[in-house]
C-alpha cells in the first residue's frame, strides 16, 4: 500500500534554475514542463523542461501541445507571474495540465516567490531535498 501523499520534493539547485529561468525572461512569462515520479510520500520533480515553440508575453505563456513531448513523467507546468500574484488566475486553472501547477513570482528571489497548486487551485506544500531525502520520508 502506497503512503499518503505529503506534497512535493525538488532539489534547491532546481528551484534556483527555475527562478533564475523566470528572472531573466522577465518581464515576460515563462512556461515549463516538470518532469518526476512518484518516491516514497512525494512527487519529486528530477528536471524541467522548456517546450519547443511557445510564446511568451507580459500576462500570458502557451505552447502548442502537438509539439510537447508528453510521457507519464511529465507530472505538471510551471510557470511565473510577472505580476507577482502567487496564486493561479482563472485562466491558469482552466487550462490546468498535469497532476500539479507550480507558479513561480515576481521577484522570483526564493522560496517564498514559488508555490504549487492542484487542480482547484489549493495549494500543495512542497519541500526541499534530494531523492535519497524523499525515499527515507
Known sequence: M???LKG???SQDLLDQILEYAKGMYPKEIMLL????RIGSYLYIDEVLSPPLQHNGS?????????TPFTP??????????SGALMPSLQDLLSYMGRIMGIAAYPFEGKHDFAFFDR???VIP???GNKETAKNS
Open 59 to 67: 500576462d500570458f505563456a502557451s505552447i502548442n501541445i502537438f509539439y
Open 73 to 82: 513523467s511529465i507530472i505538471g507546468t510551471i510557470h511565473s507571474h510577472p
Open 120 to 122: 482547484q487551485g489549493n
Open 126 to 128: 512542497y519541500y526541499i
Open 2 to 4: 502506497k503512503k499518503p
Open 8 to 10: 512535493i520534493m525538488l
Open 34 to 37: 516538470a518532469r518526476g515520479d
